[in-house]
């Protein structure tokens, strides 16, 4: 009996998930091969991104370099492959690192409520009323211009959205009776906190990663753009859009082709975490 | 109603206390001397400490931070060690240019943005729906910096008809500020648009749905009385909110398309500052800003209070 109203209800996730339409299906798709890009990348390609070959400068695309070679010499194409696991090694780090704080900081917020709750969620407040670029930005100034340093920047900077969702969770559900009930037969407020309450959050917090991973990506490739954020010559997009910018006349796949994969990769996250909000949970739309 | 506004306002006042104090906090436990940066090597330590303390970057921090407040009160906002200019003046320079391109992105982001989210809602399903909400997909997550170099191969480059970059005061000479103020204002309005064009839709359909609409219908009002008088009220409601949020999208844009499109505004200031470590520069622009994102969500929350009743009871 149990057994079927699981699979009822998976059947339906994924009976709404794909119902969306095709662009779900393309954006699984972008997911899919930007991952295997990233994992794959050293197997994929026999260069290196940092190879230069000064014999063969802005060389057209061949059979030896598919995407040609860029302003010193290196293989275009596997400076993007590369460039793939930069932003996906960052987006995982800054969205998970960003997960655990923001998440233990709305549970307290919200249960406990009370001035600490106060203090949490002002500051949570004053944090946003900085756009999260400029945030990052200034805080990147202090871990340096590293994948680790701009990793916890821009997570740091994500952090509101999972404490607000936790927070405002955590306020509609602690007066439940099975809250007070738990409380009643004498268990601990962190069994309450992450054994009760924070399992109820699942279906946001999964749409929120998803969606933080695309936002992470976009950071970063303005943070890099700029100048500001992982520098050359790692082979991050945004470094490599703001490289090939300056020959954009001749050249104009050095700079254009690096920004469309970050378009086509946050695109794919932001639809993926459309329809997992709506077949998680109908009733976060409008709300995430 | 009094209640609800003081509070509000005391809100964001400590907003940018919290602000200022993070922002303050972070320059200071940067690693380097940025004085000793700034003029070179080959400056005398002597050189070097005479100029820290006019800074007064010898002080106790406390004192400092003080410093730093009571100057903000007087107009004062500190040097800047790069440019060697007071950073009041700078912002003389650099704000018009980015108020001059951010304004007028803003007014397309909410005109076209609320208009196609209503044009979407009242044509469900259709291809004009379908077209609108691809646009607005993608539109939310196309890297600004990446569009405007799409657009200046495009359009300047390819096509000739407008100038690559630079920016000229509208009045200085109006027709040349339009021509370079194209593409930025519309990089700048992207994100902004995309995100009003799904909320509008969204509310609308919720909207439309509802019994009070069936009614007005059922009475015979005109469908465009039903849709402009009646539906649209509540359903902007939502979307007053999310004008709000987006003003800090779209001044953290203006660092982007400021760069790209070479606008010497306060978004390519404060991007220099933070490579050059220019730190009375990045604390007072990032001050500056957060107070336009905190009067421009205190505007909204005022605003919703007046639209909407139940807010002004359920939290004054």
């Known amino acids: 009996m149990l057994q079927n109203f699981n699979t009822g209800r998976v059947e339906q996730f994924f009976h709404v998930f794909f119902g969306r339409g095709i662009l779900v299906q393309i954006s699984l798709a972008i997911i899919f091969l930007f991952v295997s890009a990233a994992l794959l990348a050293p197997v994929l390609t026999p260069y290196t991104p940092y190879e230069q070959d000064l014999t063969k400068l802005f060389a057209k695309p061949s059979a030896e370099h598919w995407l040609g070679t860029d302003n010193i010499g290196r293989d275009f194409l596997t400076r993007l492959l590369y460039g793939a696991q930069i932003s996906l090694v960052t987006s995982l780090l800054s969205s998970i690192w960003a997960g655990m704080v923001g998440i233990v900081l709305g549970l307290i917020a919200g249960y406990f409520e009370g001035w600490i ?27 340096g211009q590293s994948i680790i340093g701009m990793s916890i920047a821009i997570g740091v900077g994500a952090i509101p959205a999972y404490t607000r969702m936790v927070y405002g969770m955590v306020l509609s559900l602690k007066n439940n009776d099975y809250i007070v009930a738990a409380s009643l037969i004498g268990q601990g407020e962190t069994q309450i906190l992450f054994r009760h309450l924070l399992p109820n959050c699942f279906a946001p917090l999964i749409v929120i990663f998803t969606m933080s991973l695309g936002m992470a990506i976009m950071v970063e490739a303005g943070l890099a753009y700029l100048g500001v954020g992982i520098a050359a010559p790692t082979p991050a997009w945004g470094v490599m859009v703001s490289e090939g910018y300056k020959y954009l006349t001749l050249y104009p796949r050095l700079a254009i082709l690096p920004g469309l994969c970050v378009m086509l990769v946050v695109v794919a996250f932001n639809v993926v975490g459309d329809g997992l909000r709506d077949a998680l949970d109908p009733r976060l739309r409008g709300k995430l | 109603m009094i209640n609800f506004i003081i509070k509000r306002i005391l809100i964001s006042l400590l907003v940018v206390f919290l602000v200022s104090l993070f922002v303050f906090s972070i320059m200071h436990i940067l690693p380097g001397d940025p004085v000793r940066l700034a003029m ?20 106790p921090l406390v004192e400092q931070y003080f410093l730093w407040i009571n100057g903000l009160f007087h107009g004062d906002f500190g040097i800047s060690i790069v440019y060697h200019r007071t950073v009041a003046d700078l912002l003389k320079d650099r704000l018009p240019r980015t108020i001059n391109i951010g304004i007028p992105a803003m007014i397309l982001a909410i005109v076209v943005g609320v208009g196609s989210g209503i044009i979407s809602a009242l044509q469900r399903g259709k291809w004009v729906d379908q077209g609108i909400t691809l646009i607005a997909t993608l539109g939310a997550g196309t890297p600004q910096f990446w569009l405007g170099i799409v657009g200046i191969y495009i359009f300047a480059i390819g096509l000739n008809l407008l100038p690559m970059q630079g920016y000229t005061s509208p009045t200085e000479d109006f027709a040349l500020f339009l021509k370079k103020a194209l593409m930025p204002v519309v990089c700048m309005a992207i994100v902004m648009f995309a995100s009003l064009a799904r909320q509008t839709r969204s509310s609308m359909l919720e909207v439309i749905n509802q019994d009070y609409i069936r009614t007005a219908r059922a009475y015979g009002i005109s469908e465009a009385s039903v849709i402009f008088r009646h539906a649209l009220k509540n359903a902007l409601i939502p979307v007053i909110t999310i004008i709000g949020i987006q003003v800090r999208v779209v001044i953290g844009g203006s660092l982007l398309v400021e760069q790209v499109f070479n606008v010497a505004g306060i978004g390519t200031l404060l991007t220099a500052a933070v490579s050059n470590r220019d730190y009375f520069v990045v604390q007072s622009c990032v001050l500056i800003i957060s107070l336009f994102t905190v009067v421009a969500n205190l505007t909204v929350d005022l605003l919703y209070g007046v639209l909407d009743p139940r807010i002004r009871v359920s939290k004054g």
């Open chain 1, 117 to 143: 709750g106060s203090v949490i969620m002002r500051i949570i407040d004053a944090q946003l009323s900085i756009p999260s670029l400029i945030f990052s930005m200034v805080l990147g100034m202090v871990g």
């Open chain 2, 40 to 59: 070179g090597f080959e400056a005398t330590e002597e050189d070097v400490q005479r100029v820290r303390e006019q800074l007064n970057l010898t002080k």
